[in-house]
C-alpha cells in the first residue's frame, strides 16, 4: 500500500525551528518526486517545495527560500522539511506529496502528485 504519514507539526515562537517528517512506504524514494504543500486557515493549498529524488534537484517559493530545506534519507524512507527563523505567516496545516515520475525537474504543481499524507499542523506564534 502506498502511503505517506506526516508528523512533527508544533507550536513553535517566531524565529524558532521545526523539522516535519513524513514516512514514505509501498514506494521506492529513490525514483520519486516529493513535494511540500501547506493551507493556512481561509486560504488554498499552496506548494512550498519540491524535490526530483533520483537527483536531489529542489525547488522552492520565495517565501521560505534559504528558510526552508527539503531532504530525504533513502535508506529510512524517509522525506524531511527542515523550516527555520519561521514567521506567523508559515502558520498552516502541512502535507508531504509524492508520485513516481520521470520529469526531468520536480513537480510543483499539486495535481501532479498521487499519494499524499494527512497533513501536519504547525503554529507559529508567541
Known amino acids: 500500500q502506498v502511503q505517506l504519514v506526516e508528523s512533527g507539526g508544533d507550536l513553535v515562537q517566531p524565529g524558532g525551528s521545526l523539522r516535519l517528517s513524513c514516512a514514505a512506504s509501498?514506494?521506492?524514494?529513490?525514483?520519486?518526486?516529493i513535494g511540500w504543500f501547506r493551507q493556512a486557515p481561509g486560504k488554498v493549498r499552496e506548494g512550498v517545495g519540491c524535490?526530483?529524488?533520483?537527483?536531489?534537484?529542489?525547488h522552492y517559493i520565495d517565501a521560505v527560500k534559504h528558510r526552508f530545506t527539503i531532504s530525504i534519507d533513502n535508506a529510512k524512507q524517509q522525506i524531511y522539511l527542515q523550516m527555520n527563523s519561521l514567521k506567523p505567516e508559515d502558520t498552516a496545516v502541512y502535507y508531504c506529496?509524492?508520485?513516481?515520475?520521470?520529469?526531468?525537474?520536480?513537480?510543483?504543481?499539486?495535481?501532479?502528485?498521487?499519494?499524499w499524507g494527512q497533513g501536519t499542523q504547525v503554529t507559529v506564534s508567541s
Open positions: 506529496a509524492a508520485i513516481i515520475s520521470d520529469a526531468l525537474f520536480c513537480l510543483t504543481d499539486e495535481r501532479a502528485y498521487d499519494t
Open positions: 509501498g514506494f521506492n524514494l529513490d525514483y520519486a518526486h
Open positions: 524535490m526530483r529524488t533520483s537527483i536531489k534537484n529542489t
